[in-house]
């Protein structure tokens, strides 16, 4: 996609429209320039920036935007990584980049569960993501951890 067709329409759409007006569209737009924008290595930039996103969203429309924003995350995750292991590398370097109530729940959430009889290496990428999880000590990020494991 041609970055500046993306800007300039971004820019005019932004003028159009307030982001409460047609706050799915925004989100979109806003995940797809986040991808143009991210440089290699791509998985890790792009990962920063959703997390950066998800915080903005979160200042200014308080943690309920999250409901909103996991099914509009998920279908561009479905369109950008044809390999399944990107997906999850990708879940990775979000908690890698911060491990916080957001980011945990948010990989929770998206984060389709790995058959250990599948691929080695997906298996040890989910393995490391679940491993990070484990580690928080959030009571809310342990109850959606125990109900993901369920």
């Keep these: 996609m041609d970055e500046n067709f993306l800007k300039l329409f971004t820019e005019y759409w932004e003028r159009l429209f307030a982001p409460v007006e047609m706050f799915n569209e925004y989100v979109l ?67 890698r980049f911060k491990t916080t109530t957001s980011t945990c729940i948010l990989v929770l959430d998206v984060m389709d569960k790995v058959d250990e009889y599948g691929s080695k290496d997906l298996f040890k990428i989910f393995n490391d993501v679940i491993h990070i999880l484990e580690q928080v000590k959030d009571p809310i990020v342990k109850i959606y951890f125990k109900s993901y494991k369920s």
């Design 29 to 95: 737009l806003k995940l797809l320039s986040i991808k143009c924008e991210s440089d290699e290595p791509f998985i890790k930039n792009f990962a920063k920036g959703i997390v950066t996103f998800l915080e903005q969203l979160i200042a200014e429309y308080s943690p309920h935007v999250h409901n909103k924003f996991k099914p509009l995350l998920k279908k561009v995750l479905d369109s950008i990584f044809e390999k399944k292991i990107d997906k999850y590398l990708f879940f990775y370097n979000i908690l």
